[in-house]
């Protein structure tokens, strides 16, 4: 019995043995060709991809950054940095002190987020606006000697970017912030600043680019308007004025120039509207970018609307990503791009609500694969 096993064993094990030459042969006859890439491939379809860094340098984020060649910074300028403490943050040595901390990292400050001397006073017309404008005239030119060209800022005085919850369970427990203006509705109080119309908001706008552009296209540097965040009329009496598309129009009506221009935040211009009436933003896209004003994108979305929305996956809201890629490539978007408020996932502390490192690692996985997607389509 034993005997009969083994034969029948043996002769099983030469017949799989034979097989597997006989298929060794047939591959050996085929010519395989190893598909070449289009020479106009572009890493990142050209763009530049950079993270987001507003609590100085992070190692391991850092680390991750390297690992992952996204060698761009984004983050404000900290005296700290450079040793400087107590030093003007729009000062020459500061600049150039915060540029060599990044240098030192591996990595390039690309964009200004969050600039020093651009406050109250200048967006709510108070004595002293002067001044801080004066100065925002200094950080650009110091900053144009360093090769930094870029400024993202916001018109949003007082209240700044606001949500009621900070860790509301999304796809599979990651925790994303949200923002339901019901929970505000009842407590909100009017600020010092008392009831003030949006009229007087445009005014102080209009102000700061006629004093401030001319200066920028001198320098080289190109000031991008973030949105409203969230996209609501107002807040505690403090209107908000760039809350729509129409609104962002109307600003770059206001002083036409290469260097009056748009944050592009997604996640900002899919939560504008009421519900049912969001904004479309492929057509955003190509409507801005025809005209050469999306100076550095946020990539992120959202479900829901301009009083109730929260944040999503990059994979998981309201917007056809692929298709917002496409038109970034589609109108010639060479600049600065960032993931912008991810989920805190699994192992992540929720200190930093938004900027969870493993939340960062998913969305530049996932952005990486759309432009790659988009550039072989294209090809």
């Known amino acids: 019995m034993m005997k009969n096993q083994r034969r029948k064993f043996i002769k099983k094990s030469a017949s799989l043995a034979a097989f ?18 289009n020479p106009t491939f572009e890493r990142d379809l050209g763009m530049e991809m950079c993270l987001a860094y507003f609590w100085g340098v992070e190692p391991r984020k850092t680390a991750l950054a390297r690992q992952m060649d996204v060698l761009g910074a984004v983050g404000g300028i900290n005296p700290t940095m450079a040793g400087l403490k107590g030093t003007k943050p729009w000062e020459k040595a500061v600049i150039r002190g915060v540029k060599a ?7 390039s400050l ?6 020093p001397s651009l406050g109250t006073q200048t967006k709510l017309g108070l004595d002293g606006r002067d001044e801080e404008i004066e100065n925002f005239i200094t950080l650009m030119k110091n900053l144009s000697e360093e090769d930094i060209h870029i400024i993202c800022y916001n018109w949003m005085p007082v209240i700044n970017w606001a949500r009621t919850t900070m860790d509301r369970p999304s796809r599979g427990g990651a925790l994303v912030s949200a923002f339901d ?27 700061f680019l006629n004093a401030v552009v001319p200066e920028a296209e001198k320098y080289g540097v190109k000031l991008a308007l973030h949105p409203d965040d969230p996209p609501v009329d107002g807040l505690r009496g403090i209107p908000r004025i760039m809350n729509s598309v129409a609104a962002f129009k109307k600003l770059i009506d206001l002083y036409p120039s290469p260097s009056n221009g748009i944050t592009f935040c997604q996640g900002s211009f899919a939560s504008m509207g009421k519900e049912g009436e969001g904004e479309d933003i492929p057509e955003a ?5 025809k005209r050469e004003t999306i100076h550095f994108v946020h990539f992120r979305d959202v479900k829901g609307h301009n009083t109730n929305f929260e944040e999503t996956f990059h994979d998981d809201g309201k917007t056809d990503m692929f298709e917002a890629m ?10 600065p791009i960032r993931p912008d408020h ?26 990486r694969g759309l432009m790659e997607g988009v550039q072989k389509q294209s090809i």
């Not at 901390?101 to 990595?107: D, M, Q, S, V």
């Not at 929970?183 to 102080?204: P, S």
């Not at 496409?326 to 600049?335: A, R, V």
């Open 101 to 107: 901390a990044w240098e030192k990292e591996g990595l």
């Open 326 to 335: 496409k038109c970034y490539y589609d109108i010639g978007f060479k600049g």
């Open 342 to 367: 991810v989920p805190t996932m699994a192992g992540d502390s929720n200190e930093k609500p938004g900027y969870s490192t493993i939340g960062t690692l998913f969305a530049i996985g996932y952005m």
């Open 285 to 289: 896209i190509r409507y801005f970018g």
């Open 181 to 207: 203006i019901e929970d505000i509705e009842n407590q909100e109080k009017i600020t010092e600043y008392g009831e003030l119309t949006h009229e007087l908001m445009w005014q102080n706008l209009d102000y």
């Open 20 to 37: 597997s030459l006989a298929g060794q042969n047939i591959l050996a006859n085929q010519t395989y060709t190893t598909p070449k890439r």
């Open 110 to 115: 690309k964009v200004i987020e969050g600039p």
